[in-house]
């Protein structure tokens, strides 16, 4: 399935950064919006063993939204707004890893069940 982004997703990016995925069309692994565990990309624990740990300690917010591998979205991002992409690398770089996925807020996608009939948001 595959999620169109129509409002600035929430997070702590800066905001021309959440503004610049606005208009993409993403891969979701899931068919349907979930709750997931959130940890701040900026404020957040910078390595695996801090995200587990902060999991388990009950740290972080819950998130209703979509999830989509990071490596992938960010490479996608790249090709609408380089410098934006290169915000992530450079800021947020072991959320890029192989395996892991940003959550996008419900409010701020629209579910595309087909790529082919589907057209991008104006």
Known sequence: ?????VRTPEGEAPLWVR???VGLRLPSALKRA???PGQGVVTGPKTFAGRLWGRLMGRGT???GYAVGSREA???LAAVNPA??????QNAPQ?????LSF?????????VTSVMTASPPS
């Open 84 to 89: 934006a992409a290169d915000w992530w690398r």
């Open 19 to 21: 503004q610049a995925w």
């Open 103 to 111: 959550v996008f807020d419900a409010p701020a996608c629209r579910e």
């Open 74 to 76: 960010v490479d996608l």
């Open 62 to 64: 819950a998130i209703s």
């Open 34 to 36: 979930r709750t997931w």
């Open 95 to 99: 959320f890029l890893g192989e395996g």
């Open 1 to 5: 399935m595959y999620i169109d982004i």
